[in-house]
């Protein structure tokens, strides 16, 4: 069966597929942008990489803002696998507190650089001046939310890789 762009009631479609591993591969980007700077010291090379970071940061979450548009306006395809009740809420659950976490990560991250009282600057192409001055606590909150959040992703990908791996090794769609 050919792939169409749209989902169908079994199979995820072309739109689908490609905003999902662009997500992938922009949240393993932001992985590995923040494990470069977390251990630095206050310097430049610090703050370029904590501009670096943002940037893909703000791709991020533009990226997942379609994907949860996609998600509501095309047919979900999970509900077509022969799989037992429990596994398909469960599914459900986790991807939408994929869905919660990651977009409030991103806008935490966001939160962070305005109460830090910086400018958003997006890969040298443009900035978006500071819009008011550092406010300490609201930084600090939203810092630990931020990596608070960036500690709880994990295990939440990890059960849905294993899941992912589960169904496809023992299949999920009715013949």
Same mark, same amino acid.
């Given at each position: 069966?050919?792939?169409?762009?749209?989902?169908?009631?079994?199979?995820?479609?072309?739109?689908?597929?490609?905003?999902?591993?662009?997500?992938?591969?922009?949240?393993?980007?932001?992985?590995?942008?923040?494990?470069?700077?977390?251990?630095?010291?206050?310097?430049?090379?610090?703050?370029?990489?904590?501009?670096?970071?943002?940037?893909?940061? +703000?791709?991020?979450?533009?990226?997942?803002?379609?994907?949860? +548009?996609?998600?509501?306006?095309?047919?979900?395809?999970?509900?077509?696998?022969?799989?037992?009740?429990?596994?398909?809420?469960?599914?459900?659950?986790?991807?939408?507190?994929?869905?919660?976490?990651?977009?409030?990560?991103?806008?935490?991250?966001?939160?962070?650089?305005?109460?830090?009282?910086?400018?958003?600057?997006?890969?040298?192409?443009?900035?978006?001046?500071?819009?008011?001055?550092?406010?300490?606590?609201?930084?600090?909150?939203?810092?630990?939310?931020?990596?608070?959040?960036?500690?709880?992703?994990?295990?939440?990908?990890?059960?849905?890789?294993?899941?992912?791996?589960?169904?496809? +090794?023992?299949?999920?769609?009715?013949?």
């Amino acid at each position: 069966m050919p792939l169409s762009l749209k989902n169908s009631a079994t199979q995820y479609g072309l739109g689908g597929r490609v905003l999902h591993w662009t997500s992938v591969a922009l949240l393993v980007t932001l992985i590995l942008t923040a494990s470069r700077f977390e251990d630095l010291e206050a310097s430049t090379e610090k703050v370029e990489l904590i501009r670096e970071h943002a940037s893909y940061g +703000l791709i991020f979450l533009l990226v997942m803002s379609m994907r949860l +548009l996609w998600r509501c306006s095309n047919e979900n395809p999970l509900l077509s696998y022969k799989i037992p009740a429990w596994q398909k809420f469960s599914a459900r659950f986790l991807h939408w507190g994929i869905y919660v976490v990651v977009i409030t990560q991103s806008l935490t991250g966001l939160l962070n650089l305005v109460f830090a009282g910086s400018s958003i600057t997006f890969f040298d192409l443009f900035a978006i001046p500071a819009v008011i001055d550092r406010h300490e606590q609201w930084y600090k909150l939203f810092t630990g939310i931020h990596f608070f959040l960036s500690v709880v992703i994990y295990p939440l990908f990890a059960i849905h890789i294993t899941a992912a791996l589960y169904h496809q +090794l023992f299949g999920v769609l009715d013949d």
